[in-house]
């Protein structure tokens, strides 16, 4: 039977059956995975599930063959990464419903179909454009400081820069988590993305020497002119210039930094909230920054995408005709 009631990663009917379990353990063992991977491979699974209801063939457990059939008739239209992610979420329910032993997304007949859809389709993916160090200086002229709206989105985007923050982290920040001190700021991120149990981070931001891109006193006009003792710092503004109690949403920083990369005559429809993180990253590299410093600062687990920046960074800077170029 294929009904969307056969995703186990929520509300696991194996789980709830087991009475050996205590309550208080099935409501953790449902904290497993974060919500917002659980809203993802609820959705993958969701397809999934659609797709053998209308073939006909059976969702949980799956044959491999069903699956090598789904992502081929997926990957006509969906790129090499998004059927990658769906395998992933087909697995990852079937080791929720115990198929670990005998996951058939694990089979070699998914691993061969897939390795030929990256083949044939690639994998590269064109991200939005970064907001670099010189693109701070565009940006400056760009804010009305006369009015809140005006210093809270400059303080949004400068301090997006220099923490290198996802949106989510970025929006999220509370008053009561900053510290000032005679270098700088010192922000205590409490829970990241790459930080899934919760030990927390210290994220340091030094005066910038150039006043027009700080994002220290950027932040302390705003804080000042708010007068935010507590709770998120960055937050919706009335038409009246007046804060609400609640903060941004994540959607909010995309918004704000295509409105400003338009005003600087850039298009907006190349930059997005992600800009800001890729933005320091790549700026990074092209200072010679290296990778675990970069890291420490983005708060990456992995290398590979941090590399991936610095190969971006230097890529007229380790140019052959470059060096051809000065000798």
């Given amino acids: 039977m294929n009904t969307k009631d056969n995703f186990m990663l929520v509300k696991n009917q194996r789980v709830a059956a087991n009475q050996r379990l205590s309550a208080k353990a099935k409501r953790r063992l449902e904290k497993a995975k974060a919500d917002n991977t659980l809203k993802a491979y609820a959705c993958d699974w969701n397809d999934f599930a659609d797709w053998c209801q209308y073939h006909g063939e059976r969702d ?24 990658s992610r769906r395998i992933t979420a087909i697995s990852e329910n079937h080791i929720a419903a115990g198929y670990g ?3 058939p997304a694990k089979d070699g007949m998914v691993r061969a179909a897939m390795a030929a859809i990256r083949r044939e389709k690639g994998t590269f993916q064109r991200g939005k454009s970064p907001i670099l160090m010189e693109t701070l200086y565009l940006l400056a002229d760009c804010f009305d400081e006369e009015s809140l709206t005006g210093l809270r989105d400059k303080a949004l985007i400068f301090l997006g820069f220099a923490g290198a923050f996802r949106r989510s982290e970025l929006v999220s920040v509370q008053r009561e988590e900053l510290t000032f001190t005679t270098q700088g700021l010192v922000i205590f991120i409490p829970k990241a993305k790459g930080d899934q149990l919760g030990h927390g981070s210290n ?17 302390q006009k705003y804080l000042d002119a708010a007068r935010i003792s507590h709770g998120p710092i960055f937050r919706p503004i009335t038409k ?6 609640v903060q941004l949403s994540d959607k909010s920083v995309a918004l704000i930094v295509k409105k400003y990369a338009g005003l600087a005559g850039l298009d907006p429809r190349q930059f997005a909230g992600h800009s800001l993180r890729r933005g320091f990253a790549t ?22 995408m941090v590399h991936r920046y610095i190969e971006q960074g230097n890529i007229f800077k380790d140019n052959a005709l470059s060096r051809m170029y000065k000798k």
Avoid: F, G
Avoid at 206 to 211: G, S
Avoid at 240 to 245: F, T
Avoid at 289 to 297: F, G, V, W
């Fill in 283 to 304: 700026s990074a590299a092209q200072h010679d920054i290296d990778a675990l410093t970069i890291m420490r600062q983005t708060r990456h687990k992995s290398e590979k």
């Fill in 101 to 103: 032993k005998n996951n």
């Fill in 60 to 83: 949980l457990p799956a044959a491999p063959e069903t699956i090598v059939n789904y992502i081929n008739d997926l990957a006509d239209d969906a790129k090499a990464n998004t059927v």
């Fill in 240 to 245: 009246a210039q007046s804060l609400r109690d």
């Fill in 203 to 219: 994220i340091a931001i030094p005066y910038a020497p150039d006043p027009e891109i700080c994002a220290v006193r950027a932040l």
